[in-house]
């Protein structure tokens, strides 16, 4: 055996339509592809594509602007803050 055919391990099936078969058939046979590679390559590229629009935060050149700055400036903390951070250390122990 090859060791391209011992990586594949996993398996996919599904039902289709006639008309959604003869679709994807035509569609690789213009690629030169199997339909299986053909189904592959797109699921595959639809995914990536998927994954970073839900994983990437895109701003516009204002809203980039206004994050860069903030993170710029220096932070100040108001008397309230200043106070809890205060507490906060005589209360708890670091290690």
Known sequence: MSETADTKQERINLRLQHSAKKALERAASF???????FILSSALAHAEKTIQQHEMMQLNSLDSEAFFNALAKPVQFNKKLSAAIEEHEQRVISQ
């Open 31 to 37: 690629e030169g592809k199997t339909v299986s590679n």
